[in-house]
């Protein structure tokens, strides 16, 4: 599987972005598909998941501001994220999952590039 995340990009505070994870191959709907990001000088952390059931986790701080979907049709993955503050400000990564459990990076089995997004205040 290949993915090729995309949608980053620069914003005020309070703002809107929506991140894209295309996938490649056709099993795209058999995988949990997460998104972490990294800060710089920190740690990639998890932000959020879509299991193959689209049961959707989040990570506390991103609660009621970020939503993730996806579209099996498309075979990609989305990250809607709204009321964006500084600390939000990472490279995004998207990853696929064949593995039970999803808020680790070692239970990612592919991950995507990256896409920068910077919120400045």
């Known amino acids: 599987v290949q993915l090729q995340a995309s949608g980053g990009g620069l914003v005020q505070a309070g703002g809107s972005l929506r991140l894209s994870c295309a996938a490649s191959?056709?099993?795209?709907?058999?995988?949990?598909m997460g998104w972490f990001r990294q800060a710089p000088g920190k740690d990639r952390e998890f932000v959020s998941v879509?299991?193959?059931?689209?049961?959707?986790g989040y990570v506390d701080s991103v609660k009621g501001r970020f939503t993730i979907s996806r579209d099996n049709g498309k075979n990609t993955v989305y990250l809607q994220m709204n009321n964006l503050k500084p600390e939000d400000t990472a490279v995004y990564y998207c990853?696929?999952?064949?593995?039970?459990?999803?808020?680790?990076?070692?239970?990612?089995?592919?991950w995507g590039q990256g896409t920068l997004v910077t919120v400045s205040s």
């Open positions: 990853a696929a999952s064949s593995r039970s459990g999803w808020n680790l990076r070692s239970q990612y089995d592919y």
């Open positions: 879509i299991t193959r059931s689209t049961i959707r």
């Open positions: 191959g056709r099993t795209f709907s058999s995988y949990n």
